[in-house]
């Protein structure tokens, strides 16, 4: 059971005399999104074609719902260094035929405690299941001296084939757009893998003010040939020299800002259909020391996967993470799951209980944290540099917070925050010079029916932007680095201090248009 800071009990206090005295008594009419006659999304364009991206698609296997794997194997809990005894029914496992589904089969752990002492690692077609994340379950636990992460997902990077490389045409391709043009001779087909890339030159760099940073912070790690950008899709038609992906546009190409182009990609080492399911994942820690960190840092990292997922896992203890996803991973769900019990300093890196890692040119892409909970941590729900959607927080909940939730810094593209609650701040602007000179945090996101002690939301000065619709907290200013930069735009806001009742969450009704 969790009780009631005054944190919590102020956003409680707050919401309830917003709903009785001000903050928008009656919502507000919805014009970006809002339902139509006939029960399904309609979508508002501006005068550019931008719209509000369509998320539907992330998670496992592009949504679908997690598949019950049959049992293969089985370990009882017994005393001593388990390490050796997992890796060995794992490989068992993997060594089993592939079934029509992907699936090998899954590892049942029954209930009790498994002590490790270094990383596990899960292969390919292979499902490690408890018996329950709670006390009396099965729990997995680090040794102090064992290693910084539990068990890993991880494969190896894609391969780009740069001969394929067709660049995207025309001066503009909006915000939610599933389609765009390259120019003609390509060789693009129904069913090809290919990554969309964005490079930046100086002009985005001034546009964006972030070529001020130095002024503002006495250095500046801005630049942006660090800029490019890719996002991984899969080509659904082909039309002459119009391609269309399976996922959104989740940031305006402009040409003024540098070129784009199409590639093609293969990834025969991808960590794929993988999960990790109904387990307590516990660090040892020296009682008398909490905070020295002896303690591991991760539960569960994944990167270089794809169709892989973790549900109904609880971490204590850990320094930094529950779940975090880095560099080229695709369609993950991480739900059910709990960052509880974080020991560990409290600065930099650390307590990000659900985080997907920087990216640019490996970024993560169309990953679903569902049903989430974090207590304690200093970024909850949070994503790193130059991160590439779309990606879906949804129904997470965080209390007794430390820090912000949100995007971390430097231009994270596309993300969809939906009933988001927590008992500290939102951060969705430019966070100039936090950290080490972050800048502007995230754009083109979403924030839906979401509620927060307090936020800042703000649009970059470029074509993107960023949304809040039936958000309620209280708004809060973020002025220390003026004169240095110029007035910062408002987000678009929508039936601000009221919730949406017609569409409580817009990732269950884009699922439902689906």
């Known amino acids: 059971m969790y009780f009631m800071n005054r944190k919590t009990l102020r956003l409680l206090c707050t919401a309830f005399i917003a709903s009785c005295f001000g903050l928008s008594a009656q919502a507000q009419p919805l014009t970006w999104v809002k339902r139509s006659g006939s029960g399904k999304l309609e979508y508002k364009r501006d005068a550019n074609g931008n719209r509000i991206p369509d998320f539907s698609m992330v998670g496992y296997r592009q ?45 049942v752990l029954k209930k009790g405690l498994y002590e490790v002492s270094n990383t596990i690692a899960l292969k390919n077609g292979v499902v490690i299941r408890g018996e329950g994340a709670e006390d009396g379950g099965t729990e997995i636990r680090m040794a102090l001296s064992g290693s910084g992460v539990v068990f890993k997902i991880a494969g190896k990077a894609p391969v780009v084939d740069s001969s394929s490389r067709a660049r995207v045409t025309g001066d503009y391709v909006p915000l939610g757009a599933f389609s765009l043009r390259v120019e003609s001779g390509h060789s693009f087909s129904v069913g090809d893998r290919v990554v969309l890339t964005t490079e930046r030159n100086a002009q985005w760099l001034s546009d964006t003010w972030m070529d001020r940073l130095s002024d503002a912070c006495g250095g500046n790690n801005w630049n942006y040939e660090g800029y490019t950008m890719s996002f991984r899709r899969r080509v659904t038609a082909v039309n002459g020299r119009r391609i269309r992906f399976d996922a959104p546009i989740v940031e305006p190409i402009e040409s003024q800002y540098g070129n784009a182009y199409v590639e093609k990609f293969s990834w025969k080492n991808v960590a794929k259909n993988i ?24 539960a569960i990292a994944l990167s270089n996967a794809e169709d892989v997922w973790v549900d109904r896992v609880h971490a204590h203890y850990f320094s930094r993470n529950c779940v975090r996803i880095s560099g080229n991973v695709s369609q993950a769900t991480v739900q059910n799951s709990k960052y509880l019990n974080p020991l560990s300093k409290l600065t930099g890196g650390r307590r990000y209980a659900f985080v997907i890692g920087g990216g640019g040119k490996s970024g993560a892409t169309m990953c679903l944290f569902k049903n989430c909970f974090a207590d304690k941590a200093r970024h909850d729900f949070v994503t790193g540099a130059r991160v590439t959607g779309p990606h879906v927080f949804t129904r997470c909940t965080a209390t007794n917070s430390i820090a912000d939730s949100g995007p971390h810094g430097r231009w994270a593209a596309g993300i969809l925050y939906d009933n988001l609650v927590t008992d500290e701040r939102f951060h969705l602007g430019n966070r100039a010079c936090l950290g080490t000179g972050q800048g ?48 910062h735009k408002p987000a678009i806001r929508e039936s601000h201090g009221k919730r949406i009742n017609s569409i409580p969450s817009l990732y269950e009704a884009q699922v439902e248009d689906k």
């Open 440 to 487: 502007w945090g995230g754009v083109n996101h979403v924030l839906w029916n979401c509620t927060t002690h307090r936020y800042i939301a703000q649009d970059p000065p470029t074509s993107s932007m960023n949304f809040l619709f039936g958000c309620k907290g209280g708004a809060y200013s973020w002025n220390f680095h003026k004169p240095v930069f110029p007035s």
């Open 275 to 298: 999960g990790i399911e109904n387990l307590k994942i516990a660090s040892e820690f020296n009682p008398k020391r909490k905070n020295d960190e002896q303690n591991s840092s991760t």
């Open 63 to 107: 949504g679908e719902e997690l598949p019950r794997i049959p049992k293969k194997a089985t370990l009882r809990p017994s005393s001593g260094d388990r390490t050796a005894d997992i890796k060995d029914a794992i490989d068992r496992i993997a060594a089993m035929p592939v079934q029509a589904n992907g699936y090998r089969g899954a590892l």
